[in-house]
């Protein structure tokens, strides 16, 4: 990378907006007030166009072309400083929803705690947010709770305004059209240099206001591979109990972003470490910390999901959610086998729905991912079975192939026979013909099964 930092070699090449800042006015810490930014010129910097879609930079030249301010803002600036080739983009604007919208026919304002711009271009959709002004500068416009999380603050700013109600201070830097230059308040890219993580302004005080701001340290941290700094890690360390308030519903998103997007296991681990994973599963922590095999699975599991991720291939909430619940689940099944004669699957089932009703409580996770989730968990039992129709039936399921890749991994960390599982992989490849000799079906056997079994009034059992 080559950008020029301050207090380094490379200062003399950075220009400042107004008037000279020095580093020592740009320290990020306490409540902030405006400051002039450190502006790094085009040469000095390695973020190029090329790596803008087609999408952002229409929206950013038509409205740098009305007069009005536009920059790229927040992951996508950070991602490109870092060669990662960022996929979403950003625009901070100093023109309000309704000026966005007459520029663009493919405009959707959204939002009702924010009121931001929507512009699609195909699939791709830029965000376009007008600069809001920060807690702090505005305190009598914004409203907490009793914890201090901001349920509202939709007053608009001024860029300088706007940086300080940012996280990070690699997520606060600003690319502009107009120039190509990029504006550093936070002293960002020297953090990106250094690969930490900072929060902006007082860490405990901005925890309070959004303490999913905790889950977005670790996750940047996991991705990044950026170290947290020492005061937002004690800062963490304090306020873990305050993800207790954030609505379950916002956590689903973000446990989306934290183990969909080809990180799981480094966030997973950061979680465990700083505490926040029993926040967010609490039945899964406590068997995580009674027995290491389910820790080595959940981890097997979580890298054959950053696997998927990487090779493009796609990956649902479900899977991942059943493995936190496994062996919770397992538990509660074999105690309700206890209670109440029913099968082993059924007890899954059951246990299952338990399960994934207390997590509810936590992270909302929507019906379409915890009924094959339940399926798939209440399957696993079926797998012991490879003789006859019904067994060979498992292979018609629809929930067949989730169901089989989570009984591999079973298998993969030794909770499950390995030959048996091979059989699965084995027959999938098989011909019906070569199947039925796979499941030892004799078309004779099925017929007087059926007539015994009816005899005795009893149906099937299942697993
Ligand atoms: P990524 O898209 O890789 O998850 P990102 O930094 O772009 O990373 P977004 O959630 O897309 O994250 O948010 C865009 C920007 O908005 C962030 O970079 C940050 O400046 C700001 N932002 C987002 N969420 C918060 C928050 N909870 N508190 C403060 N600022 C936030
Ligand atoms: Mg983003």
Redesign the pocket.
């Known amino acids: 990378m080559s950008l020029t930092c301050p207090g380094r070699a490379g200062a003399a090449i950075i220009r400042t907006h107004n008037h000279r800042t020095s580093s020592s006015q740009l320290k990020n810490s306490g409540p902030q007030t405006p400051k002039a930014p450190q502006i790094i010129p085009r040469a000095a910097h390695t973020v190029s166009r090329k790596e803008i879609t087609s999408g952002a930079l229409k929206v950013l030249y038509r409205l740098h072309k009305s007069g009005y301010q536009a920059f790229l ?4 600036v ?2 490109a400083l870092l060669d990662l080739h ?3 983009f ?1 625009v901070a604007t100093d023109a309000t929803p309704e000026e966005v919208r007459a520029l663009f026919d493919n405009c959707r304002l959204i939002g009702r705690r924010f009121r931001l711009a929507h512009i699609r271009f195909g699939r791709e959709v830029i ?1 376009v ?1 007008t600069f809001r002004a920060a807690a702090i500068h505005a305190a009598d416009d914004v409203e907490h709770d009793h914890e201090g999380r901001i349920i509202r603050d939709n007053v608009y700013g001024k860029i300088e305004e706007d940086v300080w ?4 201070t ?3 830097l600003y690319y502009n059209i107009a120039d190509f230059s990029i504006w550093d308040y936070v002293n960002g890219v020297r953090d990106i240099e250094r690969r930490r993580l900072v929060l902006i302004g007082d860490a405990d005080n ?1 925890l309070r ?2 303490p ?2 905790m889950l ?1 340290a670790v ?2 941290a996991a ?1 990044l591979n950026f170290t947290i700094d020492e005061s937002l890690a004690a800062a963490i360390d304090n306020d873990v109990e305050l993800l207790a308030n954030v609505p379950a519903a916002r956590l689903f998103d973000e446990f989306l ?1 934290m183990f969909e ?1 080809g990180f799981a296991e480094k966030t997973f681990d950061k979680l465990r470490e700083y505490r926040l994973f029993a926040q967010l599963f609490p039945a899964t922590d406590e068997e995580l910390n009674k027995d290491p095999a389910f820790l080595r699975f959940v981890r097997a599991a979580l890298d054959n999901t950053d696997r998927r991720v990487a090779a493009g291939k796609s990956v649902t909430p479900m899977f991942l959610i059943g493995v936190f619940l496994w062996a919770p689940t397992e538990r509660l099944a074999a105690l309700r086998r206890t209670e109440e004669r029913m099968s082993e699957s059924q007890s899954l089932s059951l246990a299952a729905y338990e399960l994934a009703a207390q997590q509810q409580r936590r992270i909302s996770i929507p019906r379409r991912f915890t009924v094959p989730m339940r399926e798939m968990l209440a399957l696993q039992p079926r797998f012991m079975h490879t003789r006859g129709k019904r067994a060979m039936n498992l292979l018609a399921h629809r929930r067949f192939r989730a169901a089989y890749d989570f009984m591999l991994l079973r298998s993969k960390v030794g909770q499950f026979d390995a030959d048996v599982a091979e059989f699965w992989t084995k027959v999938q490849k098989q011909t019906a013909e070569q199947r039925v000799a796979s499941f030892e079906i004799r078309a004779s056997a099925k017929g007087k099964r059926r007539r015994r079994r009816s005899r005795r009034g009893k149906p099937a059992q299942t697993s």
């Open positions: 803002v927040g992951g996508c950070r991602d960022p996929k979403d950003d965000e947010a109600r940012r996280d990070f690699c997520n606060a901005r206001e959004d999913v701001r977005r996750r940047f991705k972003k997007t």
